[in-house]
C-alpha cells in the first residue's frame, strides 16, 4: 500500500523554480504533520520543511525565504514551491507524514519535526537537479 504518491522534480538552473507534490491518501487527513526532506549523495537527509496539523509551517535555516510548504486538504496534497534554487538543493526529495500524536505537547520542539526517526509514511523519492 502506499500512502505518499509524489510528483514533480527534474532538472532546472540555478535561479530557476520547481514544484514538488506529494498527494497523501490515508485518513484522517487533517491529522498529520508533514514534511519534505531531502538527501544529497555522500549527506545525511536533512529536514527542508514541516506543516503541521494546524497549517504552521517550520523551515529548515538553508530554504527559508526560497521554499514555500503547503497543503490542500481538499485534494490532499501537499506541495513545496521552490524558488532561487541553487546548486546545493540537488537531492532528492522526499515527502514524509506523521499522525499529529506524535508531536503532542512538542509543537515548539524543532529537532523533533526535523528528525527522520519522526516520521513513517515516506514517498518514494523525486531527483531535483540545479545546474549552475
Known amino acids: 500500500r502506499v500512502d505518499l504518491m509524489q510528483s514533480g522534480g527534474g532538472s532546472v538552473q540555478a535561479g530557476g523554480s520547481m514544484k514538488l507534490s506529494c498527494v497523501h491518501t490515508?485518513?484522517?487527513?487533517?491529522?498529520?504533520?508533514m514534511a519534505w526532506f531531502r538527501q544529497a549523495p555522500g549527506k545525511k537527509c536533512e529536514g527542508v520543511a514541516v506543516i503541521g496539523n494546524d497549517g504552521a509551517p517550520t523551515y529548515g535555516e538553508p530554504v527559508k525565504g526560497r521554499f514555500t510548504i503547503s497543503k490542500d486538504n481538499a485534494t490532499r496534497t501537499l506541495s513545496l514551491q521552490m524558488n532561487s534554487l541553487k546548486p546545493e538543493d540537488t537531492a532528492v526529495y522526499y515527502c514524509a507524514a506523521e499522525p499529529s500524536l506524535r508531536f503532542l505537547g512538542q509543537s515548539e520542539n524543532y529537532n523533533l519535526r526535523f528528525d527522520v526517526s519522526s516520521y513513517t509514511r515516506w514517498g518514494q523519492g523525486t531527483q531535483v537537479t540545479v545546474s549552475s
Open positions: 490515508e485518513d484522517p487527513y487533517n491529522d498529520y504533520y
